[in-house]
Every structure is written in C-alpha cells, then in structure tokens.
C-alpha cells in the first residue's frame, strides 16, 4: 500500500462512538518469510501506549462487495495497491508482471506501462501520480528502488524518475506540502522524501519503527500498519514529531493469530485497514482504538482506497480493494 491520501467528510448520524468502528505479505516473496506471515506474523509488540487491544467484532453495518476486476492465479497475479486521479481513471499497480494499469469507471482497461516491482502510488498536490519502485525484492537488486511520476491525463503515460537509490520500499504517502513518505518492511525507519526529491535523513531518524507498511496522512498525523507485528498495531506519528508517535490500536489480541495488516485509508472519520492474512477490512477509531469487521472473506487484501472523480462511484459510500488474488472489489457501506 498503502496511501494523497484519503480523506472525506463524516456524514451527519454516522458517528460511531458508541458502536465498533471501521494496505500482503506485499512485496516480500522470500518463502520463509511469507509462511511466517500466513501462519500469524513474526514480531513480538514494540512500543506500549496503552492502545485498545480487540479482537474485532463484525460491524452493526456490514459491506457489500462486488468484483470490479476479475483476479487470475492468486500471488502471480498480484495487484498490490490502487489510487485514483480524480479525473475518471483508477491506477493499479501490478507487482509481478511489473506494470501499472489505469482502469475507466466501467473496469475496462484504459492505460497500461511497465515498471520493475511497482509498489505504492499516491497522487501528489501537484496532479500527478507518484509510484514506488523495486517494491520486488527479487528483481530490486538489479535495478534497485525509487520512485517515479507519471502525468495521467498523457494519452500514453511515461513515468519519470523522482528518486533512486532506495532499497527495500513498499508503503507510500504524500502530505499536502508535496514530502513523501515510504515504509520499508524489513528496516527501520519510514524515509521522508522533500518535494524537491532530496532526503530529510533528521526525519528518518527519528521516525524509526522497524518493518513499517501500510501509510496514510490523515491532517497533520501519519498512520501507519506493519506487516511484521504479531499484534496488528496501527501507529500514529506527528509529522512535525516523527519522535512522538503512540499506537492506537491492537487489533489482535492471540499473538498467534495476526490478521497481518496491510494498507489503509481515511473513510467517514475512521480509518479502514486490511488484513491480508485475515482476509478482512477492519474500521477502525483512531480516537477510541474500537475496531469492527466491516468486510470478511476477501482473498489477501493489500490495498484499500476511496474513489474520487471516478464516473458515478461514490466517496461517501463505496470503497475500492486491491487483492493478492489479482481482483479488485468495490464495497459498498
């Protein structure tokens, strides 16, 4: 994942204060790893802040899910994240057949390019669409990581370097400034990227959690998930204090259970987070920590994102879900 990011108003009467609220193994394709994710994740809880811990329940409202786009052979055909221009096209990176895809609001297939293991996309302040690169470990050390831009109004879109020289990256998000922010699941550290393409390395530093994944600004907050944490935290870091962060939620509560998190985006006030190992799409208070399962039985989602500009779709209503499995599925709340 996952993710700009994600954000729309809260609809009158749709506070869930008082109810459960609301991006797989991603990039990693080593075997030994990825069995330690299905089995149930592989670090032990960092940091205490006295975050709610739950196994969530299913939510009072449940999601209805349709297919978008038929998958094909689950992990070959793995379609890592998704973000939308807000001009009618919806942006998919394919991480094993090294590509990214544009699709019309009716699922046909618009635009297509290569790019070595595409990994994150956001669409920056400035209009266009920022992807990582080298998201692949198995193909990364020939070519390494980075990322590039691309204009998604081109009639054939060509991306264009931004920044090289970045191993390991997987998560992006872009804050209303236009700095960047990549997660690195098997280092620490989310790296801060300035809109210039230089590297704020104080940034780095200070913001060192260790395996990081999923990312999403939400104002002036970065929330993040890790792929690697038994306990399915959420962590919340000040953009202006990447030292400060507190985590908000654990949302597992049997270490031997991780429901192994992946992207997540802001939605109606919440934050909606996948779990590629649960199959789930989990609403999440970030005020509460109070989760619910507001979707299950998904195929090893990685991504989760709401459809801006995008024909009739509805931001306030629907959400968009990139599978392992190779689908993407719209769910309707």
Same mark, same amino acid.
């Given at each position: 994942m996952t993710e700009l990011s994600s954000r729309t108003g809260r609809r009158p009467g749709r506070r869930p204060g008082r109810r459960p609220v609301r991006s797989a193994a991603r990039t990693v394709t080593s075997a030994g790893l990825l069995s330690a994710l299905l089995v149930g994740g592989v670090q032990a809880p960092a940091q205490a802040s006295g975050a709610t811990r739950a196994a969530s329940a299913p939510c009072a409202e449940q999601g209805r899910v349709e297919v978008f786009r038929k998958g094909g052979?689950?992990?070959?055909?793995?379609? +890592?994240?998704?973000?939308?221009?807000g001009?009618?096209?919806?942006?998919?990176?394919?991480?094993? +057949?090294?590509?990214? +895809?544009?699709?019309a609001p009716d699922g046909t297939l618009r635009a297509s390019f290569p790019l070595n293991g595409p990994g994150g996309i956001e669409r920056g302040p400035d209009g266009m669409m920022y992807v990582n690169y080298g998201a692949n470990p198995l193909?990364?050390?020939?070519?390494?990581g980075g990322v590039v831009r691309f204009d998604p109004t081109a009639a054939e879109p060509k991306p264009e370097k931004f920044a090289d020289g970045l191993s390991g990256i997987n998560g992006l998000a872009v804050d209303a400034d236009g700095n960047f922010y990549l997660s690195r699941e098997l280092?620490?550290?989310?790296?801060?990227?300035?809109?210039?393409?230089t590297r704020d390395e104080a940034w780095t530093?200070?913001?060192?959690?260790f395996g990081t994944?999923?990312?999403?600004?939400?104002?002036?907050?970065?929330?993040?998930?890790?792929?690697i944490d038994a306990t399915s935290s959420i962590v919340r870091t000040p953009l202006n204090n990447p030292a400060g962060r507190t985590t908000i939620a654990r949302l597992t509560p049997n270490l031997l259970d991780s429901k192994v998190l992946d992207g997540l985006t802001s939605f109606d006030g919440d934050l909606l987070v996948v779990g590629?190992?649960?199959?789930e799409l989990i609403r999440v208070d970030p005020a509460t920590g109070r989760s619910c399962v507001l979707v299950s039985g998904l195929h090893m989602p990685s991504s989760v994102r709401v459809p801006r500009g995008f024909g009739d779709h509805d931001p306030r209503r629907e959400l968009f879900v990139a599978e392992t499995s190779g689908r993407i599925v719209k769910v309707t709340v």
């Open positions: 052979v689950p992990l070959l055909d793995w379609r +890592e994240n998704l973000e939308f221009d001009r009618g096209t919806l942006w998919v990176t394919h991480l094993m +057949e090294h590509r990214v +895809e544009g699709y193909t990364s050390v020939l070519t390494g280092s620490a550290g989310i790296i801060k990227i300035r809109p210039d393409g530093r200070a913001a060192d959690l994944n999923g990312l999403e600004i939400v104002g002036d907050q970065l929330y993040s998930t890790s792929i590629f190992r649960s199959g």
